[in-house]
């Protein structure tokens, strides 16, 4: 993985067509970035920016959309007095207009070994929906930061404006799952979470792309989430192997994270019972983030980039 300073030094202005080829090209087509411009990431909860934008704060400022009246204080600037109602009520009131700022959002990548697994393949689907969903916020002025969960993500380059986008796609880049059977390597999601909050980050919008698959469980991460009091999307991503298993005979299955091992005879009644327990696995999930405010959104990893984003996550109220 690169030095944190190589991503964050400026080089020369480069072309969003330029960036968008090579090893870019991989995660966003030409044609797919073109779709994403028009759309623009949701927020359920208003977040006070750092900087001007294009989101409604909570805050009074200056822009076209008007918000409110207020006394005239001695000291206003003049120029925001209604004279209209002035010549109506012979008293001076100021207008109040609504400030617009930037957006923080954040996209974790689940770089665990479980990910690494499928046609195609999880981890690479997961770049692909960090990566479109931070060209939205880039190309909405939002403040945009995609990382891994766990040490990797202290290098994540936080990056504002289309100018961005090779910065980010770059740190992508250099994302590689973790080792198969080697727990150490394993970031869980607690640890990535908690180490991910611990940074001290903003409050604004967290997008979690994960398969949810930890045997410690994905509650107490999404607690901290909730905690800092993010707006908080999970994007739970599932290779197809994984929801109709091409499996029949005898077979020893090793779990890729800490090397457990099962021998099992796979035939139908086997199949029925992975299928029923792998609906009460989503529908718990479902029901965990409902409960608590949090978007749940069960991405198929074949299924096309460009349909998730203008179809899934649309219809779920993610992007608009």
């Not at 909570?58 to 822009?63: D, I, L, N, T, V």
């Not at 109506?88 to 665990?112: C, G, M, N, V, W």
């Not at 939002?142 to 936080?158: F, H, N």
């Not at 880049?173 to 973790?178: F, G, I, K, R």
């Amino acid at each position: 993985m690169p030095d944190a300073s190589d991503l964050t030094t400026d080089p020369s202005p480069v072309p969003i067509a330029e960036a968008a080829s090579g090893q870019a090209d991989a995660l966003l087509s030409p044609a797919l970035l073109h779709r994403l411009e028009r759309l623009e990431l949701v927020s359920r909860k208003i977040f006070r920016g750092r900087m001007k934008g294009e989101r409604i704060s909570r805050r009074k400022g200056q822009s076209v959309e008007f918000a409110d009246f207020r006394n005239y204080v001695p000291g206003d600037d003049l120029r925001l007095i209604d004279w209209n109602l002035y010549a109506r009520l012979d008293q001076l009131f100021l207008k109040l207009f609504q400030e617009e700022e930037d957006l923080h959002f954040y996209a974790l990548i689940d770089t665990s070994a479980s990910m690494n697994f499928g046609t195609p393949n999880k981890l690479h689907v997961a770049k692909q929906l960090a990566a479109s969903l931070g060209y939205i916020g880039l190309c909405r002025g939002d403040r945009v930061c995609v990382q891994e969960l766990g040490p990797g993500g202290k290098s994540a380059p936080v990056v504002r404006s289309r100018a961005g986008l090779w910065k980010m796609l770059q740190y992508l880049s250099t994302l590689e799952p973790a080792p198969s059977q080697n727990p150490a390597a394993n970031t869980s999601l607690h640890d990535g979470v908690k180490e991910f909050v611990l940074r001290g980050v903003s409050r604004g919008v967290v997008v979690l792309i994960t398969d949810l698959m930890d045997k410690a469980g994905y509650e107490s991460a999404l607690r901290m989430l909730i905690g800092r009091q993010m707006d908080v999307f999970v994007l739970q991503v599932l290779s197809q192997e994984e929801m109709d298993p091409p499996l029949r005979g005898d077979r020893r299955l090793i779990d890729v994270e800490d090397g457990d091992a099962a021998e099992i005879t796979v035939n139908q009644y086997v199949i029925d019972r992975y299928h029923e327990t792998l609906q009460s696995f989503l529908h718990d999930a479902r029901q965990y983030c409902a409960k608590r405010s949090i978007m749940h959104v069960l991405v198929p990893s074949d299924t096309p980039v460009e349909t998730v984003m203008t179809k899934y996550l649309r219809s779920r109220g993610v992007v608009r």
